[in-house]
C-alpha cells in the first residue's frame, strides 16, 4: 500500500520545517474591495486553529519563544507584505497562550 504523503511546513519562528499538523496558521484575510478595484478594508490577520480560513497563511511553532523571534525579526510582515500593529501581535500571543 501506498505511504501517505505528510505536508510539511516552515515554521517563521525558528525557521525549521515539521509536519504541518504540529504548526500553528496565521492568516491574513483578503482586502476587501469595491466594484472599481479600490482597497475599502486591509485584511484582517488572525490566528487560525482549523487551518481552513481564505487568505494568506504562514505558520508558526505552537511556542512562544518561536512567535517572539518572528515578531522580533518580522518574518510576519515580510510573509504578509505589510506593517502589522503590535496590538495584533498582542492578540494573537495571547490565543497562542490560551491554546497551547
Not at 39 to 47: D, R
Not at 84 to 93: A, G, L, M, R, Y
Request: glycine letters at 8%.
Amino acid at each position: 500500500m501506498k505511504q501517505k504523503k505528510i505536508p510539511m511546513r516552515k515554521c517563521t519562528g525558528c525557521g525549521e520545517m515539521k509536519p504541518k499538523r504540529e504548526l500553528v496558521r496565521v492568516v491574513k484575510a483578503p482586502d476587501v474591495k469595491n466594484e472599481n478595484g479600490e482597497v475599502t478594508a486591509k485584511g484582517e490577520i488572525s490566528l487560525d486553529l482549523t487551518g481552513k480560513k481564505p487568505g494568506r497563511g504562514a505558520y508558526i511553532c505552537n511556542n512562544p519563544d518561536c512567535f517572539k523571534k518572528a515578531v522580533k525579526a518580522k518574518r510576519l510582515e515580510r510573509a504578509f507584505q505589510t506593517a502589522i500593529p503590535d496590538e495584533v501581535f498582542e492578540q494573537i500571543n495571547e490565543e497562542m497562550s490560551k491554546d497551547g
